[in-house]
């Protein structure tokens, strides 16, 4: 064999062995995509699987908390006065017994709103006939205890049913060891004249 293919001999084995891997790849790219294709169907299927099971497991969760709610719910305070009347004494002295558990628990009082009829409360919703609900908005400033405090006194030694639809906190930039404290609290009475059908939640 001459020196010419003597050089040959390499240059054709790595030919060779470049188009078998070309070949191979060939070959084998269609069934590599297809298996991708299928892990990733399998994947997204059981990601989906999880959510589901994710969320019927809220569902069941929400229904639980929901039926532990509606047994223990508080008495709705009962109003005397008169239907159309539309002011803080269709509430009794809920309003001023707040102020007083918030004072007494350390919280300073910086402004108070209130909405006679708040459009998404769910109770006073379903049942403006028969009810009344006020929903006051208190901007408190005080520590993190003193928030804890108060909110385990309206739980535990508030006579009447109240909903807390919002709460927030933020840092009080003067003394970060106080906070402060966005709290929206709804009242409910009922009205002196109740519809005959009795609705759920008097229930």
């Given amino acids: 064999m001459n020196k010419k293919n003597k050089q040959l001999v390499p240059i054709c084995f790595a030919l060779a062995i470049l188009l078998f891997f070309i070949i191979s790849f060939i070959a084998i790219k269609p069934k590599y995509e297809e298996f991708n294709e299928m892990q990733i169907r399998a994947n997204k299927n059981n990601n989906e699987r999880e959510t589901l099971e994710a969320k019927i497991k809220k569902i069941d969760a929400e229904k639980e908390a929901e039926n532990i709610k509606l047994k223990s719910l508080k008495p709705i305070y009962e109003s005397n006065l008169e239907p159309a009347t539309e002011n803080l004494g269709i509430f009794g002295n ?7 558990k918030a004072q007494k628990n350390g919280l300073m009082i910086r402004s108070i709103e209130y ?8 109770i006073y919703v379903e049942n403006s006939e028969a009810y009344n609900a006020c929903e006051l908005k208190f901007f408190f400033v005080g520590t993190y205890a003193q928030l804890q405090t108060f909110l385990s006194d309206m739980n535990n030694n508030f006579n009447y049913l109240t909903y ?6 933020t840092a009080f930039t003067a003394n ?12 409910y009475s009922k009205k002196a004249e109740i519809p005959q059908q009795k609705r759920k939640i008097n229930k």
């Avoid at 807390?164 to 906190?169: A, E, F, P, R, V």
């Avoid at 970060?176 to 009242?187: F, Q």
């Fill in 94 to 100: 809920m309003f001023e017994e707040i102020i007083r």
């Fill in 115 to 122: 909405d006679m009829r708040p459009a998404t409360d769910p």
């Fill in 164 to 169: 807390i639809s919002k709460l927030s906190i």
């Fill in 176 to 187: 970060t060891d106080y906070l402060l404290i966005n709290i929206s609290i709804t009242l």
